[in-house]
Each structure stands twice: as C-alpha cells, then as structure tokens.
C-alpha cells in the first residue's frame, strides 16, 4: 500500500486525471484551464497531457460554457467544467437551473446530464469582490442538480471521480481556502465511501455542529478548544448539500439534543434554515435547545480587510456551542 | 435619397423602403409570382418532382399550424406557437438535412419537425400541457422545444464541438460528416446567449448553422427595437458569413441552407443563414398583434405567401394538376382529422408523474417525498371507496 500526502488542490488534479484516465468521454473545460492550469491550477498539466480537445481553454463567457457543455454532454460527453470562481457563476445561472438541470426531467429521462461544474468558493483569500460567495443554497434549491462540497484532500481526490461518473448534473463545490493549505495521506487503493453520504468527523456526545467545505477545519478547531473546556462536540461534515444525507444528522441529534450548523453563506434562507427545519421535523422531542446557525451575515460580501469578522469562526462557533448548552 | 452619415448608413436607409422586401442582398430563386430565378452563388439543384414534394410538405405543415391554432380555439391546447406565414423557411431548412444532422429547434419549428419524421401529434402535448417534450430527441436527431430564448443556440454550438471531437467533421465521407442546425428568431438574436454561441462555434470552428427565422417581430418588438443592421451582416463581426435569404421562398432556403450545412460537414466552421421572413400570424395564440402593427404590413406580406407562390410555379409550367392538387388537400385533411382526433386523447398525466426522471438517480429524500404523497393520495381513494 503506497500513500502520499497531497493538498486539496492536488488530490482534485489527481482525481480529475484518473476520470480523464478512465473515460475517454470525460472533458475539462473552462476559462485558462488549458496551458495555465487555472488561475487555481487544479487542472494543471491536463492539457499537456490530454489535448486541447479534451481540455478546452474557453471564452470568457460563463453562460456560453455551461451551455455549450449542454450540447457536449447531449452528444454523449461527460463535461467538468470550471467556473473560475463563485461570484462568476451567476451568467451561467439560466443555462444551470433551466437547461442542465431540467434536460432529463424534461426528456422524460432520454437525455442525461452527465455533467459536474465545479466551482470554487467561499471566502478567507483576500479577494476583491465577487471571489468569496457561497452560492450552494442557488442551487441546492433547484431540482435535477445535485450539489456536493468537499472540504480535504482525500475527499478532493474520491468525490471528484464520484461526481464525473454521476449521470445526474453535480455542483461541485471546493473551498478554495483550503486548496492550497493542510496535506493529508491519500492511498489511492482505498475503497471510498458513497458520494452522497455525510461523515461523522469527530465523535462527541454534548454537542451536535454541522458543516461542509471551509467551516469543517473551522467546527473541528473549535471542538478541539471546546473539549479543552470539557465539552463533548460531535462534528459531521456533511459533504452532500442536496440531496442531504440526513441519517448520520439525525442520529447524532437524538444522542446530543443540541446543534450548531455552521456555514459561510449567509444565515437566511442558507442551508442551515433547511437542516433545521428537517431536524425539527424528524426529531424534535430529541432537541434539548434550539437549532443554532453560525453563518455569514445577511450583508453582501464585506470588504475582505474584516471578512474574518463576516465568516464563522472558532469563536463564533463556540459562542454558539455556550449558547444551545446554556438553554 | 436616404441621409448617409460620413459613420455609415442611417436606419432609415437600412429599414426604410429599399430594405422592406429584404434589400438587394436577398437571396431569391423563386419570385413572389412563381418565376425562377439565378443567383451567381446558390443553385437550386434538384427537379421539379422535389419541388412538388416542397409544395406538399407546406401544405401539411401549414395544416399543422392551423389545426393546432383550432385546437386552442377550442380549449384543447392551452397556447400554440403559430408558424403561418414561415412555412418556406422551415421546409427549405429541413429538407437541407442529412439523417445524421441534428437540429435544436426553438417553440416553432413544426416544419423542421415534420420534415424530421416526429409525429406532429407529438409537438402538441407540451402546448396541452401533458408533458414538455413527448419526443426522444435521438431518434430523429431533433431535439426538445426550447422556451427560455435563445438558450438552445449554445447547445448546438457544444453538440458540434461534440461531433468535432468524434472525427465527424471533414472527412468526406457523405454518411459520417454531420453538421448542426440551430434555429432562432430575430428576437432571439438580441440574447447574450445566441451572441456567446456565435463567439463559442467561431472560436473552435464549430460545424453548426446559425438559422435565424427573421419574422420581424418578437412579440410586440420590431425588428428595428433589435437591431440597427440587417442581421446577417453581425456574422462579420463574429467572424464567419451571413446570407440573407428569402424565407418565404422555398427553393432559395433550402439552397442557401444546404450550402451552409455542407461548408459545416467539410468542417469549414459556422454559417449565419437570415431567412428573411413575416409572421403572419400572431406570436402565440394568446397575443394581439391589432395592437401594435398596421393590417397594411400584413397585406403587403400575404402576396409573398411561401405556398401560393410555389402553386403559381407548378400550375403555370403545367407540373400540377388538380389531381395533384386535390390530392395533397385530401392529405391535409387526414393530417388534420389525425391531430383533432388524437390531441382529443392525448392522455393526462398522473399526479405521480410529476415525480418521474426528476434525476437518473432518485436520491431518497425524493423517494420519501414520493412515497408521502402516494400514500397521501391513497387516503382519497379509500374515502371514495
């Protein structure tokens, strides 16, 4: 068994590599995906590799991306395609929740969309506006798209693959704070987990806190500070955004009675609004306190010189941790 | 004498009345009275029992429209997109097709349809409102009715860069090279979509044709609130060639297309092909086009009528008799008994339905959302009971 410690960035290059490997139907496309390798370089050294066929540098053109890679997937390809980051998704946003997510339902299941987009997002890099959205609820509300987040290097190298041989159109997002940042042991011989399955990433028993993508380091820093205070957190990075894999959810909720979902989208109407609901619903006499959500503002994407006062942190979390144990 | 700024020519000269009846670039093998005609660049290069077969398949087409327009009259269909008036530049565009050619229509194109082999009882289920697409778009290489404007035009452009990738594109071998044909209206044409595919098919040399059915009105909206130049002249701009073609004239339109889609199949990249058209009817059947046009317009169009001049030509040089005539009607009439009959019993959905295909893998959360509202349903039937 050979391992090899790989960034996220790496573990998503690897991943994109071994489908291109695997299928030769499966094509990259995007803005300076080609010679660059992406201003983020998770294609690097495809093209060389692949060709410029099967990894296409674009137009800058979100809409036309997207809707081209409809006719690709329609002629029997299976399209990833980058959009460079979040805030540039919105062109695409007619071509994603009319055409590639409603092609199968509305052909009766004749034509498939074998189609994964992925988007870079989050916040936590500095940027200038427009590169720091998290836009997953967009989508998460749309039937006929899937949308998952990774939110490790590991993870990057299996959901990647996952997604690319899904036949339903995948959201694919990737916190890109973190691409470049933590290593972790890949072994490639490894048999991953379903796609569309949540994890249980740290065992607790006072505390329930739900993430995905960036904030899972974030809930997990702040479990680790809290059990330093003699609180027990139970983190689950919930990897699938729709459909939800409540089952593991639920089940740490009947233990603890008490969730903190944590995510940097904003708090209204965002994805923790929905596991709430769900979580109230499935079990309710099981809640010892409110479901609390620890999320971006309800304000537009700050300046990023006080983003860390928008995004959730370890000390916002833990407030919230105090909060639900002192109800 | 039009004003002519030192910065090019005004609008008034570029709609005024020299360009009404398409300008002189217009590309026209058959007058509005039934006269052939040359043109230096495209030959009309089959006989006269194809155009016979022309003649029927207008006939029928037009049959289509105004049965279905009937069907809504009557409460059967809940809107029909009317095609009256486009008959030449939907055949001319069909007809232009090989079998492996695939064609990504907008609402409109029953003609295309037709001239595809779908069943036209089929094109009726999405105005019924029993489905959104009765077709399976693979058997005739045609696909679903688009209703968000323009969007099917970046399809096309990707399924051609699909059939590039496939090695199907110049290679000279007339039943394996295949080109695209995306269909649009003027309306259309303002879309940032439609403009991302032209800069898309440019950019890769994509082998699609860019077939704009200019009816001159997007609902209520002149063609002048769209553009301040004749459309096919922006496929410069992009790149590639534009024709303007008179689309109420069969033998020019399918000239002009075939030409269009054989520089694509030899994968000499995209052709912006300008049927220069009139909607005779109204956009839909729940628009009023007294509100905002002259009857004037209209008159001056109805003596283009695509079919009547076509009627001229095969009655005049004495290649249609009554017979001939007569016949074709007799099969209009059976189309239409075909599509009263059958939209009459198109079956409604069940509620359940609306479940199916939602994704090729039904994640649980749907199932159990399914399952509840079955089991929901089921309550009823058992009250009833």
Redo the contacts between chains.
């Keep these: 068994m050979s391992t090899q410690k790989i960034t996220l960035a790496k573990g998503l290059n690897m991943g994109l590599r071994k489908a291109m490997e695997d299928d030769p139907k499966v094509l990259v496309m995007g803005e300076d995906v080609g010679k660059l390798g992406g201003v983020f370089r998770i294609t690097d050294g495809l093209q060389k590799d692949f060709g410029e066929d099967r990894v296409i540098d674009s137009p800058l053109a979100e809409s036309g991306i997207v809707g081209t890679a409809v006719g690709m997937a329609l002629r029997g390809y299976r399209p990833v395609v980058e959009i460079q980051f979040d805030g540039f998704v919105y062109p695409a946003y007619d071509q994603i929740v009319c055409q590639v997510a409603k092609m199968h339902y509305r052909s009766k299941g004749r034509s498939k969309m074998p189609m994964v987009i992925r988007i870079p997002f989050g916040g936590g890099i500095g940027a200038v506006e427009h590169h720091s959205e998290s836009p997953e609820a967009q989508f998460a509300h749309t039937p006929g798209l899937k949308v998952v987040a990774c939110s490790n290097p590991v993870d990057g190298y299996w959901m990647i693959q996952q997604a690319i041989a899904s036949d339903d159109p995948v959201i694919f997002l990737e916190p890109k704070r973190q691409y470049h940042a933590d290593k972790a042991e890949l072994d490639e011989s490894a048999t991953p987990e379903p796609l569309f399955r949540s994890r249980t990433v740290r065992q607790g028993t006072d505390v329930t806190v739900l993430a995905y993508g960036p904030t899972v380091k974030t809930a997990l820093q702040a479990a680790e500070a809290a059990s330093g205070e003699g609180k027990s957190l139970e983190v689950i990075d919930l990897r699938t955004l729709s459909p939800l894999d409540m089952g593991p959810v639920l089940d740490s909720v009947r233990r603890t009675g008490r969730v903190v979902v944590t995510h940097e989208a904003h708090v209204n109407l965002g994805m923790g609004s929905e596991l709430a609901s769900r979580i109230q619903e499935e079990c309710f006499y099981s809640l010892e306190a409110p479901v609390l959500r620890v999320g971006g503002f309800d304000t537009p994407y700050p300046a990023s010189r006080i983003e860390e006062d928008f995004l959730p942190d370890l000390d916002r979390v833990l407030d919230a941790v105090d909060r639900t144990l002192a109800y | 004498m039009t004003h002519q700024s030192e910065f090019g020519p005004d609008l008034a000269e570029v709609f005024g009345p020299s360009q009404q009846d398409g300008g002189p670039e217009l590309v026209q093998l058959l007058t509005p009275e039934g006269e052939r005609r040359e043109h230096p660049e495209f030959a009309f290069d089959l006989d006269d029992e194809a155009i016979k077969g022309f003649y029927r398949d207008m006939v029928l087409t037009r049959r289509i429209d105004t049965e279905a327009t009937a069907l809504q009259r009557h409460g059967e269909l809940g809107i029909w997109a009317q095609l009256l008036g486009q008959e030449a530049a939907q055949i001319g565009a069909g007809r232009a097709l090989r079998p492996q050619d695939y064609v990504?229509p907008t609402y409109r194109e029953h003609g295309v349809a037709y001239c595809r082999g779908v069943d036209p009882l089929n094109l009726l289920g999405l105005f019924r409102g029993v489905?959104?697409?009765a077709w399976?778009?693979?058997d005739n290489n045609f696909?679903?009715y688009?209703i968000?404007i323009g969007?099917q035009?970046?399809?096309?452009?990707?399924?051609?860069?699909?059939?590039?990738?496939?090695g199907a594109v110049g290679t000279g071998d007339p039943d394996r090279d295949a080109a695209v044909i995306a269909h649009f209206g003027d309306g259309a044409s303002s879309q940032?979509?439609v403009n991302?595919?032209f800069?898309?098919a440019a950019?890769y040399n994509a082998p699609v044709v860019f077939f704009c059915q200019n009816n001159q009105w997007a609902i209520s909206e002149p063609i002048e609130r769209q553009t301040r130049i004749p459309l096919y002249q922006r496929a410069l701009g992009f790149g590639f060639p534009g024709v303007r073609v008179d689309g109420n004239d069969v033998l020019a339109t399918y000239a002009v297309t075939k030409a269009a889609l054989q520089r694509a199949r030899d994968g000499q990249g995209p052709t912006f092909v300008e049927a220069y058209t009139y909607r005779m009817g109204a956009h839909t059947t729940t628009d009023d086009p007294t509100r905002y046009r002259l009857s004037d317009d209209v008159e001056h169009w109805k003596l283009k009528d695509p079919i009547a001049r076509v009627k001229a030509y095969l009655t005049r040089n004495g290649l249609a008799d009554d017979a001939f005539f007569g016949a074709v009607e007799d099969e209009a009439n059976e189309l239409g008994h075909h599509l009263r009959e059958g939209c009459k019993a198109l079956p409604d959905p069940k509620p359940m339905d609306m479940f199916?295909?939602?994704?090729?893998?039904e994640?649980?959360?749907?199932r159990i959302q399914r399952e509840g509202f079955a089991a929901y349903l089921e309550t009823f039937e058992e009250s009833h009971a």
């Design positions: 990504f489905d959104h697409g399976n778009p693979n696909g679903l688009t968000v969007a035009t970046l399809h096309a452009t990707g399924y051609a860069m699909g059939i590039q990738r496939d940032g979509d991302e595919a800069i898309f950019s199916a295909h939602v994704y090729a893998e994640p649980e959360e749907l």
